[in-house]
Structure formats: C-alpha cells, structure tokens
C-alpha cells in the first residue's frame, strides 16, 4: 500500500538547506481515473460513435445550407410574434421576481427566527425548482390553454423559484448591521429588513433580474414549441413545414434582439455593480 | 455644538427620488399597457385544476412497477440514462469550449480576433436547443446520441463566455514572476497558467451539468433520448401513475446533482 502511495506522490524537492519538502498529492490521481470510467461508461450507454459524427458529420450543415438566403419579406410576419415573446417574458420576470422577495425572506437563515418556517418553505422551493419548464407549461396549458398568457404564467413560476434561490443565498450574505440598529429602534422585522436589508441588495437584485430575463427570452423560443405563445410557435410551425429561409429569418430576428437585450443588460449591471 | 434631530425629522430628510421613483412607475404602467395588448387571456379552465390535482396526487402513489422497474423502460435505467446524455454533453462541450475561449481572449489574441470569436459565440448562444436537436438528429437519427451531441452544443455557447472572463483574468504577475526565476514556456504554463484556471473552469463545466441535467427534458421534444420524452407522453397522454414515477426519479435525481454541485463548486471555491 505504501508502495502504491510513494507512486502517486510527487518527487520530494531538496530545498538549498537542505530541508525535504513533500508536495501534497494531486486530485488529479483519483480525478482522472473516475471521469475516465465515467466516460466511457457513457460512451456505451449512449451509443456515442465517433465514426457516424465523421461519415455523417456534414449532414449536420444540411438545414444550415438550407437556410440561406434568409427570407427577410418575412420579416413583416416575424415582427409581432417577437413583441409578444418579448412582452410575454418581461411580464413573466416581473412578477416571479416580485414574489421572489417574500419567498426569499422566508427562507433565509438570518431573517425567519423559526427553523421550521424555513425548512418548509425551502423544501417546497427546492421541489418546485427540480419541475422542468416543460413540465410546467403542459401544466398551464390546460389551465389557461394555447396562447401568450400561459407562457407568461409558466416563465413567472419558473423565474419565481430560480429567483427565490438565487435571493435567498444574497440575503444570507448581506450585513445584518443596519437590519440590528434598525430593529432595536423599534420597528418590526419586516420593516427592518425592507429598511436595512433591501438598500443593500438592489443592485444585486436586479442583476439577477436581469440574468433571468436574458435566460426567459432564450427559453421562449422553446415555449412556443409546446404552444405556449410567442416566436416559438412559429419557429415551430416554419421547421414542421420546412421552410428554412423563414426559420434563418426568425433566428436572425431572435440573435438581434437577445444581442441588444444582452448588451443593454450588461450595461445596466455595470452602471449598478 | 451638534443640533440634537429627532428619528421623524431625520426621516423627513431622507431622499425623495421623486424622478427614479416616477420613472420607475411609468414603466410599470407602460409594461402593463403592452401586457394588456398583446397577451389575451383566454379564460380559465376547471380541467387545468383536475390536472394539477392529479399530478400532486401521482407523486404520492406512483406506477411502483415503473419507478423500480428495471429494463429500458424502468426510472432508473432512464435517469442514468439522461445522466450519461447530460455528462458527456458537457465534457465533449467542456473540451471544444476551451480552445474557443483562448480565441477569444482578449489578453491572448489581438482585439480583432477575439471580436470574431465573441460574435461567434454569441450567434450559437442564440439558436434554441430545440434547432440543434433537429439538426443533429439527421446526422445520428433519434436517441440518446443525438441528444449527447445537441446539448454539447449548446453548452458551448455559455461555457466559452464564462471560459473567457476567467482567462481575461488571468494575472500576468505570476507568470512574470516564473518568468524571473528562469522557467521556459512549458513550466509557465504548467504552474502560472493552469492552476490559475483549472479551479474556475471545473467549477464552470460542473455547473453546466446541472443545467444539461435539467435541459435533458426539453430534448425528449425531439426525441433526443432521457427522460423528457417518456416523462412528456405520460403528461400528455393522462398517464398520472406512470407522470408521477416518472417525476420523483427526476426530482430526487436533480436534487442530488444540485446537492452535490454545490459541495463540490465551494470546495473548488473555498478550499474546504
């Protein structure tokens, strides 16, 4: 065993006083071997063969091919359907991350005093977070049937649990100072934290906002798959139909507007950060 | 002499804003103006409350026979199954991510290039999962390699973005530093360059997976392999015994992969 070990370890360096320094093991020893097995346990399970991806590879750039030149006389048809994904996510992040901040105060460790408020509540989140998108929106459809309002309501749950977390984490790191002075002037614990913990997190907040509205616009392209509104249904119905320079003019009009959104939003977290 | 204010006055002086504060309310009222335009409301169906009834409900009392099943239909076959998709996904991803990212670092390659790198990445971030998974599936026709090849991808995209920010991190003190004590390229590399990275970049592709974890549903709507594509006909179809199996594999696995990605990016982070 000891055999084995000297083996793994690194050589010992003689320092110029003669002192023998012994570097710690790397991870990297047991690291490999296990992504290695991992990996090629994978391999099999998936029946992944590099040699279709060489034979067949090209086939990939068939539809990409297809697709030029754009159809830009489409654009016309393209425009609204971008307006309503675009509405259809501002809303949904709006309101998920309006409730987030309620959910989020019950779960954090500094400000519920009860830990089994928070335990519930987390547990709960936590749960509700594992629920694919998917999964919700086949859920709402029912409910509210095809159209933008289900994808709102879809993207507003799915924010509100990413957020809650997201949140939560951010108040369980803020400074409790201000929340201290605050509450032993008197005022209530909610009020202290919407006084003493609010101002400090803002910034931070709105970046999350932001960071779930950039992922809301990309997810709505996969709402609209299911028929939950916006440019995806009509992704949906232009590759079912294959009309490729239609579908390389809603991917143009997607790539202009998440780049735009992603810049703006760049922008505005530098400003607050 | 200081003037003794009391805790009203001191509120009166506190900052009114008034021009955030009306601006922000305009666009509220602006935001709900479009809302109101563009999305309908189309009414609310009692069906949809059954619907979710029955979900809660199937979680409660699964198809057992499918939840521990064993063969290629069985949960757990589908969720090692969806984790194997999810993993080499990510690797494949990881690996092709890295030299992307050295492109388009500005520290590394003139301003020009890094521009055409970042343009790059950009315009693959873009195209939905759901154009890739198409695309593929003429390659490798439906199944779980379609599904590996998909979501590699797609992770590209985010994994050479937060590649790049590290890299453009990177602090040149330290190779400087080798370079004075007379290290030639390789040993820079080896102990200026990597260890300032691998730490990062672990914790980035780790992250990814628990994202691929969860986008290894959306993939099943093209038949891309995982679990997605059971889980979704079983909705679709009313099959609440079998939605409800189907459900708690998929939640007790992701929480364990939130669990564990957690642990494993903190003691990347932190050392403990």
């Known amino acids: ?273 | 002499m200081s003037t003794k204010i009391t805790v009203m006055e001191q509120l009166k002086n506190e900052p009114k804003n008034w021009g955030i504060k009306s601006i922000l309310i305009l666009g509220l009222i602006f935001i709900g103006y479009l809302g109101v335009t563009y999305i309908n409301y189309n009414g609310f169906t009692e069906f949809g409350l059954t619907v979710m009834w029955n979900i809660s409900k199937s979680i409660i009392s699964p198809n057992t026979a499918l939840l521990f099943g064993e063969g290629k239909n069985g949960v757990l076959y589908l969720i090692t199954e969806t984790a194997a998709i999810a993993f080499l996904g990510t690797i494949i991803g990881t690996i092709v991510s890295i030299p992307i990212a050295f492109m388009s670092s500005r520290n590394i390659v003139p301003g020009w290039m890094a521009n055409i790198g970042v343009a790059f990445i950009t315009v693959v971030r873009t195209f939905p999962a759901v154009v890739y998974g198409l695309m593929f599936i003429r390659v490798t026709g439906p199944g779980a390699f379609t599904g590996v090849l998909t979501l590699a991808v797609a992770s590209i995209g985010m994994i050479s973005k937060l590649f790049i920010e590290v890299i453009e991190d990177l602090d040149p003190g330290i190779i400087e530093a080798l370079d004075a004590t007379g290290c030639n390229g390789i040993q820079k590399v080896q102990y200026g360059i990597v260890p300032q990275l691998m730490g990062n970049f672990a914790s980035t592709a780790i992250y990814r997976f628990e994202i691929n974890v969860k986008y290894a549903t959306i993939l099943g709507m093209v038949g891309a392999g995982g679990i997605g594509a059971p889980l979704i006909f079983a909705i679709t179809a009313y099959r609440w015994a079998d939605t409800g199996a189907l459900l708690i594999g998929l939640i007790i696995f992701v929480l364990i992969v939130e669990y564990g990605s957690a642990k494993i990016r903190k003691k990347l982070a932190t050392g403990e």
């Open chain 1, 1 to 273: 065993m000891n055999k084995i070990k000297k083996f793994f370890l690194p050589k010992p360096i003689v320092l110029g006083n003669g002192k023998v320094v012994q570097p710690a093991m790397s991870p990297m020893v047991y690291v490999i071997p296990i992504l290695l097995v991992l990996f090629f346990y994978s391999t099999s399970l998936t029946g992944f063969e590099i040699g279709t991806l060489i034979n067949r590879g090209s086939k990939f750039f068939d539809i990409l091919v297809r697709m030029f030149p754009p159809n830009f006389g489409y654009f016309g048809k393209v425009w609204t359907p971008m307006v309503v994904t675009l509405v259809m996510s501002v809303v949904g992040t709006l309101a998920g991350a309006a409730f987030s901040i309620p959910a989020a105060y019950l779960s954090s460790e500094n400000m519920v005093k009860s830990p089994a408020v928070k335990l519930i509540v987390r547990s709960i989140m936590s749960v509700l977070r594992t629920i694919p998108l998917l999964v919700l929106v086949i859920l709402f459809l029912n409910m509210f049937g095809a159209g933008a309002f289900t994808g709102m309501v879809s993207l507003g749950v799915f924010t509100f649990t990413i957020m809650t977390k997201m949140f939560y984490e951010l108040i369980d790191t803020s400074d409790m100072g201000p929340f201290e002075a605050i509450e032993s002037s008197g005022a209530s614990r909610v009020k202290s934290f919407w006084a003493g913990i609010m101002p400090q997190l803002w910034g931070q907040y709105i970046s999350i906002l932001l960071y779930n509205f950039e992922m809301n616009i990309r997810n709505a392209a996969i709402l609209g798959y299911v028929g939950a509104g916006g440019i995806g249904i009509l992704l949906n119905d232009r590759l079912g139909w294959r009309a490729y320079p239609e579908v390389a003019m809603i991917l143009l009009v997607l790539l202009v507007s998440v780049y735009m959104i992603e810049n703006l939003s760049r922008y505005i977290r530098k400003r607050l950060l």
